[in-house]
């Protein structure tokens, strides 16, 4: 486990005290299992982590909508983004829903039989709005951009050790283990009280008084205030060159960052760009990326500088779902290279 994190130390269940240790015994109840390496390398950041996790519940967990449809979208929204440890986990999640010939059949490129489940993959792919597509449905699709972000920056790639989750037999079997639970039809809500007391933002008016909908609010909020860690110039050009992004993966190389980062003072660059590594490239995270600006500063800060650029690309995707202006997205969101 110590292998797939990549710049922090977690807080382990055992020694997990107050909104950490809530968040970690809500997540064994309704996942199933506490130790989750997305949410163990939030941990150095309560806030943060509870936001995340009250995200993935109220969209993923709970709610109406048939869990394998929900798992079609975090799937379609992960390979998206090219995170493949998110990649292996919803797999692994969609053999638990029983629904094994869908899961390899993504897995595999193949598009669905259920034109349904056809339909949600595509969306999800390509971040085409849709007057057919509800609170939970974008909810989770905006949960996994925020987290595909923060995996990529901060996790391995391994889901497993020895890559296994690359098995097809892994992953069913393990999907076989979380079946019980992930069948489970949980309560909305029930992850609220773990930010209430948070900093939060106004609902959004696809989400506006359902539980996702509170949970996305507070989300957006806590995650923001991880600007408070960057310079004015280096927190406006972070967000500017989001608010411009077209959904596509940037070109090879990093020469891409110089036009963004060339009005930012010399000592606020290296936040800058890894915010905007974390927002646009977070596969392209690096251990000098991470040096360079971190010095002193602790695994909260880093946390928080990651979630400010994750959230920032996860608002530009929402707009682009909820306007229905995701033509020019669609068409380059799966070009380009991981490297």
Same mark, same amino acid.
């Given at each position: 486990?110590?292998?797939?994190?990549?710049?922090?130390?977690?807080?382990?269940?055992?020694?997990?005290?107050?909104?950490?240790?809530?968040?970690?015994?809500?997540?064994?109840?309704?996942?199933?299992?506490?130790?989750?390496?997305?949410?163990?390398?939030?941990?150095?950041?309560?806030?943060?982590?509870?936001?995340?996790?009250?995200?993935?519940?109220?969209?993923?967990?709970?709610?109406?909508?048939?869990?394998?449809?929900?798992?079609?979208?975090?799937?379609?929204?992960?390979?998206?983004?090219?995170?493949?440890?998110?990649?292996?986990? /919803?797999?692994?999640?969609? /053999?638990?829903?029983?629904? /094994?010939?869908?899961?390899?059949?993504?897995?595999?490129?193949?598009?669905?039989?259920?034109?349904?489940?056809?339909?949600?993959?595509?969306?999800?792919?390509?971040?085409?709005?849709?007057?057919?597509?509800?609170?939970?449905?974008?909810?989770?699709?905006?949960?996994? /951009?925020?987290?595909?972000?923060?995996?990529?920056?901060?996790?391995?790639?391994?889901?497993?050790?020895?890559?296994?989750?690359?098995?097809?037999?892994?992953?069913?079997?393990?999907?076989?283990?979380?079946?019980?639970?992930?069948?489970?039809?949980?309560?909305?809500?029930?992850?609220?009280?773990?930010?209430?007391?948070?900093?939060?933002?106004?609902?959004?008016?696809?989400?506006?008084?359902?539980?996702?909908?509170?949970?996305?609010?507070?989300?957006?909020?806590?995650?923001?205030t991880g600007g408070e860690l960057l310079g004015e110039s280096a927190r406006a050009a972070v967000t500017d060159a989001v608010a411009a992004?077209?959904?596509?993966?940037?070109?090879?190389?990093?020469?891409?960052?110089?036009?963004?980062?060339?009005?930012?003072?010399?000592?606020?660059?290296?936040?800058?760009?890894?915010?905007?590594?974390?927002?646009?490239?977070?596969?392209?995270?690096?251990?000098?990326?991470?040096?360079?600006?971190?010095?002193?500063?602790?695994?909260?800060?880093?946390?928080?500088?990651?979630?400010?650029?994750?959230?920032?690309?996860?608002?530009?995707?929402?707009?682009?779902?909820?306007?229905?202006?995701?033509?020019?997205?669609?068409?380059?969101?799966?070009?380009?290279?991981?490297?």
């Amino acid at each position: 486990m110590a292998g797939q994190f990549r710049y922090v130390t977690p807080v382990e269940e055992q020694s997990a005290t107050g909104r950490v240790a809530e968040v970690y015994a809500q997540l064994a109840e309704d996942f199933g299992m506490a130790r989750m390496a997305v949410f163990l390398t939030l941990s150095p950041s309560p806030e943060v982590l509870a936001a995340t996790w009250a995200m993935l519940r109220e969209s993923l967990l709970a709610g109406d909508e048939p869990r394998a449809a929900k798992e079609v979208v975090a799937l379609g929204v992960s390979m998206a983004n090219r995170c493949p440890f998110c990649v292996a986990a /919803h797999t692994t999640l969609l /053999h638990a829903t029983g629904d /094994h010939r869908l899961a390899e059949t993504i897995a595999a490129g193949g598009t669905p039989a259920d034109p349904r489940h056809a339909e949600l993959l595509t969306w999800a792919k390509s971040r085409r709005g849709t007057p057919e597509i509800g609170p939970e449905h974008i909810g989770t699709a905006l949960t996994f /951009h925020f987290i595909n972000r923060m995996a990529s920056s901060l996790l391995t790639e391994n889901l497993l050790p020895a890559n296994l989750q690359k098995s097809r037999l892994v992953r069913s079997v393990g999907g076989r283990a979380m079946a019980r639970v992930v069948r489970r039809r949980l309560s909305s809500g029930e992850s609220l009280p773990l930010v209430a007391d948070l900093p939060t933002l106004p609902e959004p008016a696809w989400g506006a008084g359902t539980a996702v909908g509170t949970a996305y609010a507070a989300l957006r909020a806590v995650a923001g205030t991880g600007g408070e860690l960057l310079g004015e110039s280096a927190r406006a050009a972070v967000t500017d060159a989001v608010a411009a992004w077209d959904g596509e993966h940037p070109p090879i190389g990093n020469a891409w960052l110089d036009g963004p980062l060339a009005d930012v003072l010399a000592g606020e660059r290296p936040g800058a760009r890894l915010a905007l590594l974390a927002a646009l490239a977070p596969y392209r995270v690096t251990d000098a990326d991470v040096a360079a600006w971190r010095g002193s500063r602790t695994d909260e800060d880093l946390v928080r500088l990651c979630a400010f650029g994750a959230i920032a690309a996860t608002e530009r995707a929402e707009t682009l779902i909820t306007t229905g202006r995701g033509e020019a997205f669609a068409a380059g969101a799966l070009s380009g290279d991981r490297s």
